[in-house]
């Protein structure tokens, strides 16, 4: 079967009420790229004292998470703050060939973790495997491991650039699904803000929805994800991609519904990234800022919230000016203490654990 991207962001925000059905349902969508013999997922929080809680895990092959859990902190440990976050990527090869970018900086955090993990996972005849990760500022990761046998074929760019940018969906989607419950039926705190029939057209808004200028960004929002689900999926993932963006207008996720029926609407729900404020900036500042923060470029910030890359510059440009910073390096550096996933940062609370 070949990879189908798309459905793997389909997979994101599939209406599936355990979570443990969810992730399974998204190591299903990548199963094509899996070459055995086994694949996990772990989502996992790190908590203000440095600790890490697993909440929840699925997992197919020989091996699943849930039978060596105290081998599963090996995994989370490479994803400290010095590894740039929400990179697909080859890891823990045996021969220097496919040691890349990724292992070098992982290696920053001490060799012996490193070369602990690589002996386990060959120990379990995995010569390599793929990460997937996805982080929020909140300290959540979303975690997803595919194990490689010798010999396996490494993933081109094209298919590594396309799990990059899922890496944005799966942190909506493990977002929303922390604020909305289970969806489509969502808590009385966290009610969609508009419904949209599948051409666009609005047919209810509340709240912040119902301005002019949000109605038309839903309206083509909801036009863009039904061109990315359509032929483009097969002929053009990339650009299918492009269409299907991580937010609206950093406001809000789209969902499907469907009426007994079988009409299809789609839900506009508020999904922002949790950050709190250091100094009065404004719920888009502080997420761009935080992303920032977490050693993200601009390009695939845009990509995250939903906003042009200019955007992106500009709310960065204005949080400077609020924090009383001069550049990138300094405002990153002043919001660390806001973020949990970001190179030398102390979390509210106390010291982060080594």
Avoid at 2 to 11: L, M, P, S, T, Y
Avoid at 115 to 123: A, C, E, I, K, T
Avoid at 124 to 138: K, N, R, Y
Avoid at 334 to 353: L, N, Q, S, T
Wanted: aromatic share 6%; proline share 7%; net charge positive.
């Amino acid at each position: 079967m070949k990879f189908d991207v798309i459905r793997a962001v389909e997979a994101c925000y599939a209406p599936v009420r355990d979570d443990r059905g969810w992730l399974e349902g998204v190591l299903a969508a990548l199963e094509p790229l899996n070459e055995g013999p086994w694949s996990a997922a772990w989502v996992f929080r790190e908590l203000p004292d440095g600790s890490r809680k697993v909440e929840c895990s699925a997992g197919f092959g020989a091996i699943r998470p849930g039978e060596r859990p105290s081998r599963i902190p090996d995994f989370e440990e490479i994803h400290k703050p010095s590894t740039p976050p929400d990179l697909a990527r080859r890891l823990y090869a045996p021969t220097p060939r496919v040691v890349d970018y990724a292992l070098r900086r992982a290696r920053r955090i001490g060799g012996p973790v490193v070369d602990d993990v690589r002996s386990q996972l060959q120990g379990w005849g995995v010569a390599e495997s793929l990460g997937i990760f996805a982080t929020e500022p909140d300290g959540r990761t979303l975690l997803i491991v595919h194990g490689t046998p010798e010999g396996g074929r490494l993933l081109s760019a094209r298919i590594v650039h396309q799990l990059r940018l899922l890496s944005a969906h799966l942190s909506s989607s493990m977002r929303l699904r922390r604020a909305c419950g289970i969806w489509p039926d969502a808590p009385p705190e966290a009610p969609a803000e508009a419904k949209l029939e599948g051409g666009g057209r609005v047919v209810d808004a509340v709240g912040g929805a119902q301005t002019e200028e949000a109605r038309w960004s839903l309206a083509d929002a909801v036009q863009r994800l039904d061109r990315a689900r359509g032929a483009l999926r097969r002929t053009d993932p990339e650009e299918a991609l492009r269409l299907w963006q991580g937010l609206v207008e950093g406001t809000w996720s789209l969902v499907d519904q469907y009426d007994s029926d079988g009409k299809r609407y789609v839900l506009a729900r508020r999904n922002e990234p949790s950050v709190r404020d250091p100094k009065a900036l404004t719920q888009r500042e502080r997420s761009v800022a935080a992303f920032a923060a977490m050693g993200h470029q601009n390009k695939f910030i845009a990509y995250l919230l939903g906003l042009s890359t200019g955007a992106v510059s500009g709310h960065l440009r204005s949080a400077e000016r609020k924090l009383g910073t001069t550049s990138r390096a300094e405002l990153v550096r002043c919001f660390a203490p806001f973020v949990m996933f970001v190179p030398g940062a102390i979390p509210p609370g106390g010291d982060r654990r080594r």
